[in-house]
């Protein structure tokens, strides 16, 4: 991929290369991963699943992907 093109994102510690103005919706679907039982992490703060279609992944974003379990 065109440097000029791509962005470099870590998600939940691995590097990954993403093509410019990937959203984060469309990382979590490159991921496989469905947003039900989620919460998602950019940059330390908290992104509401109403804001993943309009939230642009930019160069050397940190994304943490936390999966809720239940039990007790």
């Known amino acids: 991929m065109d440097k000029m093109t791509a962005v470099n994102v ?5 590097d990954k290369i993403l093509p410019q103005g990937v959203t984060l919706e469309a990382l ?25 279609p309009a939230t ?6 940190a994304v943490e992907i936390i999966r809720m379990t239940g039990g007790g």
């Not at 870590?10 to 691995?14: I, R, S, T």
């Open 10 to 14: 870590k998600v939940n510690g691995y």
């Open 28 to 52: 979590l679907e490159l991921l496989g991963i469905k947003t039900q039982g989620i919460a998602v992490e950019l940059n330390h703060k908290v992104v509401p699943k109403s804001a993943f």
């Open 56 to 61: 642009i992944m930019r160069d050397k974003d």
